[in-house]
């Protein structure tokens, strides 16, 4: 019996360490995939804060071309990191998209990227399902050059230096805004109209726009909405609590902004 003993103190350690490699996984892995059923209240941006994921995620994996949602839908939330791509050399982001049937801006968006420059050995998340139409509302064929060039002025003004889908979901306010009865109809008008964009007070607004916002502008003109039909965005660091815009309806975060409606 003492023999047996000191046998089972020996394999206690083996033992442990099985557990340590096999066991643990099964019970402590990452967050799986799973779904969710809409409860009155619920928004997308409520949702994934629940499950540390985008509003903007939840609505790509789910093929949503708009945030509204209702209670008793039921909702696919994805594990935020299942599939990825490691770079390798000569791999750009336009190359890795057709590989995937994705745009480079899709890729820029998943990955919080602010510009195009990848290296080898870079791990980018794949967004699934990220190649539906997201709030389409037409084409830039119905806008003029003089919209496109206010529109990279103010999200060079408001936005740099934030995620691609985040500067193109501020020109997408805009357009928004444009189609609400309680803003002016034209782009001109709302980004003039008095104390609506921070950049036009300050002076941000006539800096000269770089070549990412000029295509964020582009991307928002063609009817990519990443802020899933928002009017209003703002930085949650920099207005108190007491402000107005807090009772507005968040409905994504992308970057430093909020979007509401």
Excluded at 205 to 227: E, H, I, K, N, V
Excluded at 241 to 252: E, F
């Amino acid at each position: 019996m003492a023999i047996f003993k000191v046998f089972l103190s020996l394999l206690r350690p083996f033992f442990l360490a099985s557990l340590l490699l096999f066991g643990i996984p099964a019970f402590a892995g990452t967050a799986a995939a799973a779904t969710y059923t809409v409860q009155p209240g619920d928004t997308l941006y409520l949702i994934g804060q629940r499950y540390g994921i985008s509003a903007w995620e939840l609505q790509q994996a789910n093929g949503l071309s708009s945030t509204w949602i209702y209670p008793g839908q039921t909702l696919w939330v994805p594990d935020g990191g299942s599939s990825t791509y490691v770079v390798k050399a000569g791999d750009t982001l336009y190359l890795i998209g057709q590989r995937y049937g994705l745009s480079y801006q899709q890729i820029m968006a998943a990955n919080n990227l602010t510009s195009d420059i990848i290296y080898p050995g870079q791990i980018l998340r794949i967004p699934t399902n990220s190649n539906q139409p997201v709030a389409s509302r037409g084409t830039s064929s119905n806008y003029t050059a003089s919209d496109l060039d206010l529109l990279a002025h103010l999200v060079y003004g408001e936005a740099r230096g934030e995620p691609y889908a985040g500067q193109v979901a501020v020109a997408a306010v805009v357009i928004n805004r444009t189609k609400d009865g309680r803003f002016p109809s034209t782009i001109a008008g709302v980004i003039y109209d008095p104390d609506a964009f921070t950049c036009v007070n300050d002076g941000q607004f006539y800096l000269a726009p770089d070549a990412t916002a000029y295509q964020a502008a582009r991307d928002a003109l063609r009817g990519y909405d990443p802020s899933g039909g928002a009017l209003y965005f703002w930085n949650p660091a920099k207005v108190p609590a007491s402000s107005w815009v807090w009772t507005r309806t968040i409905i994504t975060q992308i970057g430093n902004h909020v979007f509401a409606r």
